[in-house]
């Protein structure tokens, strides 16, 4: 991760994960960096969290098989409950 503001660089690390199934993986992460921020996050936690969260979902859908060629990660492997929804409330 470089930050452009201070020039600070932080690199990363993750073990690789043996598996066919990364299809989406670059979308997954953009996505999760984006809902990190949202929350409230600062911009390096919200990476690193992401990238976490990649890595995991990487980890979780390693031995599912759909179809033929490169599959999706499991972006289902840990659901949570949103903490503020009330379905009574829409």
Do not use: Q
């Not at 976490?52 to 490169?70: F, N, Q």
């Amino acid at each position: 991760l470089y930050l452009g503001a201070t020039g600070e660089t932080i690199e990363l690390k993750a073990d690789a994960v043996d598996t066919k199934n990364s299809h989406g993986t670059g979308c997954t992460l953009s996505s999760a960096i984006a809902s990190y921020l949202a929350l409230g996050y600062s911009l390096t936690e919200s990476v690193r969290m992401a990238k976490l969260y990649v890595t995991r979902a990487l980890e979780a859908g390693a031995w599912i098989s759909t179809g033929h060629g490169h599959g999706p990660v499991n972006h289902f492997f840990s659901p949570r409950r949103l903490k503020n929804f009330n379905p009574k409330s829409r």
